[in-house]
């Protein structure tokens, strides 16, 4: 019988499902936005991470399909939407909105969207907000409500050529002195890929993003971009 490979060197391959602007930033995030996977982006930042969900949205669009954008306050901006489409503007139409107040929530809007036709990315913005609504963070029952829901989503992303990204607030744990989002180790042993994003103080609009796990090997280099109300820009300006 042939040797395995150890899992550093086994490349995973898959076509991206989505056309990011600018270019820096789907040549390194584009990459981990593959089929029948979760991605969970977390940041302690709200802002930051509300952009990138419109970003990855509007990049589904822009590669030929539809997104949903899943709402869980009024996080959705069509403003934003359309500044980040750029001259393709007019394809705000193929992003459809849903809203969630809980776990339960997301879980009847996974099972609708499977019956959808063309969706390419389904972006959960954002899952905190949708966990503060759902029991106490201590609780039992939330955490199964939880791992019931990351299991939903695996089901809609294994029957379906589409991709889940999460959004989702992060903090520092002073005990191990690793940044651990919200969800803790149910959402980490849930996803695929994770991504910490935060805002760059010397460059307006600057965005920091890094890939820190994901099966693409290698992971992608960190890329700096700016998106805002302005555009997708790289740092020198260009779109």
Not at 82 to 88: H, N, Q, S, T, Y
Not at 113 to 120: A, F, L
Not at 171 to 198: E, F, K, L, Q, Y
């Amino acid at each position: 019988m042939p040797e395995s490979l150890p899992l550093e060197e086994m490349i995973f391959t898959g076509e991206s499902l989505v056309r990011l602007k600018p270019k820096p930033l789907d040549n390194t995030l584009g990459r981990v936005i593959l089929p029948h996977q979760i991605s969970l982006i977390h940041s302690s930042e709200r802002k930051p991470l509300t952009t990138l969900a419109h970003a990855i949205a509007a990049g589904g669009v822009l590669e030929g399909g539809q997104s949903v954008f899943i709402d869980s306050g009024t996080n959705f901006s069509p403003s934003l939407m359309r500044a980040l489409l750029g001259k393709d503007e007019d394809l705000l139409k193929n992003v459809v909105i849903g809203q969630v107040l809980e776990l339960a929530d997301l879980q009847d809007l996974a099972q609708g969207i499977g019956c959808m036709r063309d969706v390419r990315v389904v972006v959960v913005d954002s899952l905190t907000g949708v966990l503060n609504l759902s029991g106490r963070c201590d609780s039992k029952y939330r955490q199964r409500a939880l791992h019931h829901t990351l299991e939903v989503l695996r089901i809609l992303v294994n029957d379906n050529d589409l991709h889940v990204t999460l959004t989702d607030h992060s903090s520092m744990d002073w005990t191990s002195g690793t940044t651990r989002p919200v969800g803790g180790n149910v959402v980490a042993h849930g996803v695929d890929t994770t991504i910490h994003i935060a805002s760059m103080d010397m460059a307006e609009d600057g965005l920091r993003i890094q890939v820190e796990r994901s099966p693409v090997h290698p992971i992608p280099d960190p890329v700096v971009v700016k998106l805002s109300i302005k555009g997708a820009r790289t740092l020198r300006g260009t779109r």
